[in-house]
């Protein structure tokens, strides 16, 4: 149950895009399509943004997409936007009923 | 309004044991299967334990296994957590989570949980 791999940064200016990675294994990311992504502010819990790979709930802007491809997702932020800046987790089912976390994102809009 | 409430962490010592409760509100409880995730100061979110609708499965990290024990109560539309020798490496926020579509689609706020002597 190794925590799935994210760069600890990434940044950009508002307006631009930003994608956050997160790698795994045959085991977790790339053995199954349900890898979700949330997003965390400061002394607050976390908030659902994308599930299954690429859905979004309702209530989250279509700015935020994901997608996969073999062992690695990704998260991209499109439009970035002052209240966008957050910790981002991805999260990975990893068979036999386990799931692991990245080890989070920090994301800084310029 | 659809709500998680965390409860019953604190200050335990190196060995002890506290019950953490999560009251749930505003859907049906008992069609969830529901999940603990927990936070280290400073540190990212770590999957620790979940359970089925009817208390029939039960799955934890390995790093609880055999210490912790996952519970709930429909009627009471209650989860709970059984935290038993507990070490320092426990010391974190604990969230309850509510499983939908695969992920944790509500969580709620966190209750704290700090081993020490």
């Known amino acids: 149950q190794s925590a799935l791999t994210q760069p600890p940064s990434a940044s950009g200016s508002p307006g631009q895009s930003v994608t956050i990675s997160c790698t795994g294994t045959?085991?977790?990311?790339?053995?199954?399509?349900?890898v979700s992504w949330y997003q965390q502010h400061p002394g607050k819990a976390p908030k659902l943004m994308i599930y299954e790979v690429s859905k979004r709930p309702s209530g989250v802007p279509d700015r935020f997409s994901g997608s996969k491809s073999g062992n690695t997702a990704s998260l991209t932020v499109s439009g970035l936007q002052a209240e966008d800046e957050a910790d981002y987790y991805c999260?990975?089912?990893?068979?036999?009923?386990?799931?692991?976390f990245g080890g989070g994102t920090k994301l800084t809009v310029l | 309004e659809v709500q998680l409430v965390e409860s019953g962490g604190g200050l335990v010592q190196p060995g002890g044991s506290l019950r953490l409760s999560c009251a749930a509100s505003?859907?049906?409880?008992?069609?969830?299967?529901m999940t603990w995730v927990r936070q280290a100061p400073g540190k990212g979110l770590e999957w620790v334990a979940n359970i089925n609708r009817h208390e029939s499965e039960k799955y934890y990290v390995d790093s609880v296994r055999g210490r912790f024990t996952i519970s709930r109560d429909n009627a009471k539309n209650s989860l709970y957590l059984q935290m038993n020798s507990l070490r320092a490496e426990d010391t974190a926020v604990y969230y309850c989570?509510?499983?939908?579509?695969?992920?944790?689609?509500?969580w709620g706020q966190g209750t704290m949980v700090t081993v020490s002597s």
């Open positions: 999260n990975s089912y990893a068979g036999s009923n386990n799931w692991v």
């Open positions: 045959s085991s977790d990311v790339g053995g199954h399509n349900f």
């Open positions: 505003g859907f049906t409880f008992s069609n969830y299967w």
């Open positions: 989570a509510r499983h939908a579509a695969w992920a944790f689609d509500i």
